[in-house]
């Protein structure tokens, strides 16, 4: 653990632009990019810091760590700064952006503006709540500061004790995030890291071009806002199960103030007081999720839900995954989607495990566009399950489909694990000696470009003897073998195509257009 | 994987998704080109770039390439923060177990709304003031259940919704209590009425403490403002409708849809004043009798005391009027009239046995005028072989439309001509003609002779009246150039040459033809007998007699072998006479001893 280093001298209180030199706890600000100690990985890593709050007389610093997700961004106490090593600080203004990880963006302090004048004289008020933050925000975030200092310091702890996640549990990793148009999500993040750490200047840049930007490029896009870079919920109670957020979420701003959300696990409908949620529960009577069962077998069931339907659950539903989900976005309303939501029974209810939502129509023939298993399910096996689900569905279209882009890290490391899986059985038990890859892609409901991608990702395309040729190499069937010894003992979840009910939907024009 | 240097340098085709792959195991390969690879498309993870890089993404990539390639690797994990399964002590009285699984697939269309009972939940705060209130309350009076708390709280928050829902901009004025209790209508009953007066002060308390905000948190939705854009907490935006294409097509056809609506409600709109307007004038009419009834009693009553002794039929109407029954009575139900005037119930017509019907009519006219001329024929001679032919019947030869007509000069029509529908030659009768004539209108079978000058009279564009002529053609002019002649007969290729001929108006022919016209007519071949003649009509003398005619012969009519020649008479307005038929009728000869061939076909 780092000590806090005050013994540099006095910093550099006018700071240049990108500058690095020493700094103090004092001259911190927003921005900043510094060493700062890593739990998990037991070391001091860059990172930047993104928002800047006062608990107790101490401030707090919510950093994210260069290349590392945004979901282990964290509150860290001044203790775990490295203020030995030069800081690099922001430029002041914001030439060409490295996207999004490299935000340089800041209003330097000399910046006369009231807004960052305020900032200034009063850290206590959450600084990367600043620019363009609704009233609410910072009320909220004031208000948290002043009365709730303990539960804060409790957050902070939390958010220090990320548990050592690396323990392979299971076979594969399984969320996978995937959604937004990337285009969108460009926009969004290009905004945001302009926007970031400009405490004081409100709606500034071309916000307005890059949310024309959003608007434009189609399905559900990304707020574009500094706000969303922080987390701002602390922690879920989701049945028997209490998660952390990863990302942002527009859940009512007050319940940014509570020390946890309570969400009711059949409607999804969120509480800030326990009180209240103690109420609600003994008036909901929802035990699984309000739409058609299209899937049963001895584990899991399926739910087919229409966004236009169950507009609230959809809604709730949404708010939930996108604490999980960098790139969801919620701009827009759930009504042009289908949701299908994986569950497991019990005697008190069909308990959601995941989902992917579908666009009823998409133009560019993707057959998921958000795909999410909860983290207290992850790496059980359910995230291929889903996956599988959404391709034969995709099969009973007759259609080939895909993800929609782009896919976060998990996401796309389960579907690479599911593609290879598919293509190497599809290869062993295929008799005859030669394939094409229409004929793989027709199998599997894959576009050509995922069945290349996978095999060229697993070095399976060869040139031999003047053509291509398609080779299991030894290493893909040992892995196969692996697997199978492993799915001996420990079981593999199979989906069952017998067992769906369900002829793919017909929408009429106006069903599927956004009306209301 | 061995680079094979320069040797086997084929070209590699492209990967084509419908190419045919080998599938072999590593052992089946000897050598990899890799220049292969290069052929193939690389294809993008579809990871945002930015986060690709990111360290434990790039570690799990490559630890699974490894494996692909054959290394041992330990599967690296993304390390994602924490999630505790809590030991939730009270999960079993939150969620009771209480689903039963049924045998069939759920079918389920209800919504969260329509699941979870009262919108408003209650608060700690909310449940020390319930306790506090009940414990206060009068001893008779009644004890306020927890739901019951919610539900006036929840009835509070709505009507607040609905009737101020920008409460939080100014807090200056909360609904107050009557306000509230007006939008009650009848969700509670009495006796909850008297709790939600007191429940008022919390809930204004609570509502105050928020702001003016709705007591449970709300998600934030636009506001329709422009920063509703940038802030991330609005989410669930309503689509922009996607607008129609609009094309003129459309336009147009829409425009006319509406007009059409248009005239129809007006016409609706005009029927039902029209109806109106018979009501009014109906009740004007009782009104009216009963005015002129009770005069009548009056009446009656002077009359009695008077005693006027008289007939009491004062009190009846004694015409009968027409009743405004006939009015009201049930409009006539209009047949569709067939054109041909028939109900239409009667079959259709053919035109097969109208035709055939038009044919008897007329073969029986025909008969009918025939037996009745024969009467008055019986002291004549009829020269003629049949009198009354019929046109249809008797062939015509070409010729057979031109009359025989000799004249001095060319008549203009006269002025009793105009207008009153006669042809040139179908002067009517008029009063002073001396006697009537009986005039035998002779058609000779065998067509008048090409010497004697014959004239058919057509009706041009225009109502031009133009007088074919024949039999009096220019004679062959012998004068004429033999060269000039010549020319003509090779000019057929030529089409634009017009022969010149050379003409003098003093040659030979010209005055014998002037003569021809000037003079007396020739005896006629045919000699009509003396009681066919007709003398002139005294109405011609208007017309100068001896007027030259126009004569426009043309150059082109002059080529003619036939000799016709167009005289152009003027403009007559006259109408046409629709019939197209013969006129049997007689023809006051223009001449005194002009003998008529009417022959006159318009």
Redesign the interface.
């Known amino acids: 653990m780092p000590t806090r280093d005050t013994s540099t001298e006095a910093g550099t209180p006018d700071v240049q632009t990108g500058e690095k030199s020493i700094a103090t706890i004092a001259t911190l600000r927003v921005g900043v990019k510094l060493y700062v100690y890593h739990e998990n990985s037991k070391e001091h890593r860059l990172a930047e810091i993104l928002s800047i709050q006062t608990r107790k007389g101490t401030p707090h610093y919510y950093v994210h760590y260069e290349e590392f997700n945004k979901r282990l961004d964290e509150w860290v106490p001044p203790t775990r700064l490295d203020l030995t090593k030069e800081v690099e600080w922001p430029r002041p203004d914001r030439p060409a952006k490295k996207p999004e990880k490299v935000a340089k963006a800041s209003t330097p302090r000399e910046t006369p503006t009231s807004a960052t004048g305020r900032a200034q004289k009063r850290p206590r008020r959450g600084d990367s709540l600043g620019p363009g933050t609704p009233t609410l925000a910072q009320k909220s975030s004031n208000k948290k500061s002043r009365t709730s200092a303990l539960a804060d310091d409790d957050l902070v702890v939390q958010s220090e004790t990320v548990g050592d996640v690396g323990t392979p549990e299971d076979e594969e990793v399984d969320e996978e995030p995937a959604e937004t148009d990337p285009k969108a999500a460009a926009a969004a993040r290009a905004a945001s890291a302009k926007q970031n750490g400009t405490s004081g200047t409100p709606e500034t840049f071309s916000k307005e071009h890059e949310i024309e930007k959003l608007r434009t490029s189609g399905s559900m896009t990304q707020s574009a806002h500094e706000i969303s870079r922080v987390r701002n919920l602390s922690k879920l109670q989701i049945g028997k199960y209490e998660v952390e957020p990863w990302y942002f979420s527009p859940y009512p701003v007050e319940y940014t103030e509570e020390e946890i959300v309570f969400i009711c696990e059949f409607c999804l409908s969120y509480f800030g007081e326990e009180k209240r949620f103690q109420r609600h529960r003994t008036k909901c009577t929802l035990l699984h999720p309000p739409g058609n069962e299209i899937y049963r077998d001895s584990t899991v069931s399926f739910f087919e839900i229409d966004g236009r339907r169950q507009r609230t659950w959809c809604r709730n539903l949404c708010l939930l995954s996108k604490c999980f989900l960098d790139h969801k976005t919620l701009y827009y309303d759930v009504d042009p989607f289908l949701f299908y939501i994986m569950t497991t029974r019990d005697e008190y209810g069909c308990h959601m495990i995941g989902y992917f939502s579908k666009e009823k129509e998409s133009a560019e023939g993707y057959n998921v566009a958000c795909i999410l298993t909860l983290p207290q399910f992850q790496r059980h096996g359910y995230g291929k399950l889903l996956i599988a689900f959404s391709y034969e569905l995709s099969k009973r279209e007759g259609k080939l489909g895909s993800p929609e882009k782009p896919l976060s890290d998990l996401g796309l490391l389960g579907y690479r694990a599911y593609w290879q899986d598919t293509i190497v059985d599809l290869l062993l038990n295929n008799k005859g000696l030669e394939t094409t890859i229409d004929e793989l892609a027709s199998m599997s409901a894959m576009t050509t470009q995922d069945v290349i991608h996978t095999l060229q990702n697993l070095n399976m395309l060869r040139y031999f003897k003047g053509q291509h040729v398609i080779c299991l190499t030894d290493a893909i069937l040992n892995q196969k073998q692996k697997q199978i010894e492993k799915q001996k003992i420990k079981g593999k979840r199979t989906l069952d195509p017998e067992l769906i009910q369900w002829k793919p939907p017909v929408f009429t024009a106006a069903n599927r257009t956004w009306n209301w | 994987m061995t680079r094979s240097g320069a040797g086997n340098r084929?070209r590699?085709?492209k990967?084509?998704?419908?190419?045919?792959?080998?599938?072999?195991?590593?052992?089946?390969?000897d050598?990899?080109?890799d220049?292969?690879?290069r052929?193939?498309?690389?294809?993008e993870?579809?990871?945002?770039?930015?986060?690709e890089?990111?360290?434990?993404?790039q570690a799990?990539?490559s630890a699974?390439?490894a494996?692909?390639?054959?290394?041992k690797v330990?599967?690296?994990?993304?390390?994602?923060?924490?999630?505790?399964?809590?030991t939730?002590t009270?999960?079993e009285t939150?969620?009771?177990?209480?689903?039963?699984?049924p045998a069939s697939?759920?079918?389920?269309?209800?919504?969260?709304?329509d699941?979870?009972?009262?919108g408003y939940?209650?608060?700690?705060e909310?449940?020390k003031f319930l306790e506090k209130m009940n414990a206060t309350k009068r001893p008779g009076g009644q004890q306020c259940k927890?739901e019951e708390f919610?539900r006036i709280m929840d009835l509070f928050e709505s009507i607040a919704l609905e009737k101020q829902p920008y409460m939080s901009i100014d807090m200056s004025t909360v609904m107050l209590y009557d306000e509230m209790a007006a939008h009650f209508g009848d969700a509670l009953s009495s006796e909850l009425v008297k709790i939600a007066a007191v429940v008022y002060s919390h809930w204004k308390e609570q509502r105050v403490a928020r702001g003016g905000n709705p007591i449970?948190?709300?998600?934030?939705f636009e506001q329709g403002q422009d920063?509703d854009?940038?802030?991330?907490?609005?989410?669930?935006?309503?689509?922009?409708?996607?607008q129609v294409r609009k094309t003129r097509r459309t336009d147009a056809q829409s425009t006319e849809k509406l007009k059409k609506l248009r005239q129809e409600f007006d016409s609706a709109r005009n029927l039902v004043r029209d109806v109106l307007n018979r009501e009014c004038m109906r009740k004007t009419i009782f009104q009216v009798e009963y005015g002129i009834f009770e005069s009548r009693r009056q009446i009656i009553g002077v009359k009695r005391k008077n005693g006027i002794r008289g007939d009491d039929e004062d009190l009846i109407n004694h015409k009968p009027k027409k009743r405004p029954v006939d009015q009201s009575a049930p409009p006539i139900i209009r047949v569709p009239i067939r054109h041909d005037g028939k109900p239409p119930e009667t079959e259709l017509r053919q035109l097969v046995t109208v035709k055939a019907e038009k044919e008897k009519q007329r073969a029986d006219k025909f008969q009918a005028l025939k037996s009745s001329r024969r009467v008055p024929k019986h002291g004549f001679i009829d020269l003629t072989d049949q009198v009354f032919s019929d046109s249809t019947v008797v062939p015509r030869g070409p010729d057979t439309n031109f009359c025989g007509v000799q004249t001095y000069y060319l008549p203009s029509p006269p002025p009793s001509c105009e207008g009153n529908g006669a042809g040139l030659f179908d002067l009517p009768e008029e009063p002073s003609v001396s006697a009537p004539i009986p005039v035998l209108q002779v058609s000779s079978k065998s067509p008048p002779s090409r010497d004697v000058p014959a004239f058919r009279r057509r009706r041009g564009r225009g109502g031009r009246i133009i007088v074919d002529r024949r039999g009096h053609g220019i004679p062959r002019d012998d004068d004429l150039d033999d060269i000039i002649l010549d020319r003509m007969k090779h000019s057929e290729e030529d089409g634009d040459y017009s022969p010149v001929f050379v003409r003098s108006s003093n040659s030979d022919s010209h005055i014998q033809y002037r003569a021809r016209m000037l003079s007396p007519p020739p005896e006629p071949p045919v000699n009509p007998p003396q009681h066919m003649r007709r003398p002139v009509l005294p109405s011609l003398g208007g017309m100068q007699p001896g007027a030259p005619a126009v004569f426009l012969a043309t150059a082109a009519a002059a080529q003619q072998a036939m000799g016709l020649a167009g005289y152009k008479l003027g403009q007559h307005p006259g109408p046409q006479q629709p019939q197209q038929q013969q006129f049997n009728a007689s023809l006051p000869p223009l001449a005194n001893r002009a003998p008529v061939h009417a022959q006159v076909r318009r």
């Open positions: 084929f590699t085709r990967l084509s998704t419908k190419q045919s792959l080998a599938v072999l195991r590593e052992n089946q390969i050598s990899v080109d220049d292969a690879q052929n193939i498309p690389q294809i993870t579809g990871v945002e770039r930015g986060e890089i990111e360290h434990h993404l799990a990539i699974s390439q494996a692909a390639v054959g290394a330990t599967q690296i994990f993304i390390p994602t923060p924490n999630t505790t399964e809590i939730v009270n999960y939150l969620y009771p177990k209480r689903f039963s699984q697939y759920i079918r389920f269309s209800s919504t969260v709304e699941c979870s009972g009262t939940c209650m608060s700690a909310d449940e927890v919610e449970i948190p709300i998600l934030k920063k854009d940038g802030d991330p907490y609005v989410c669930f935006r309503r689509r922009e409708v996607r």
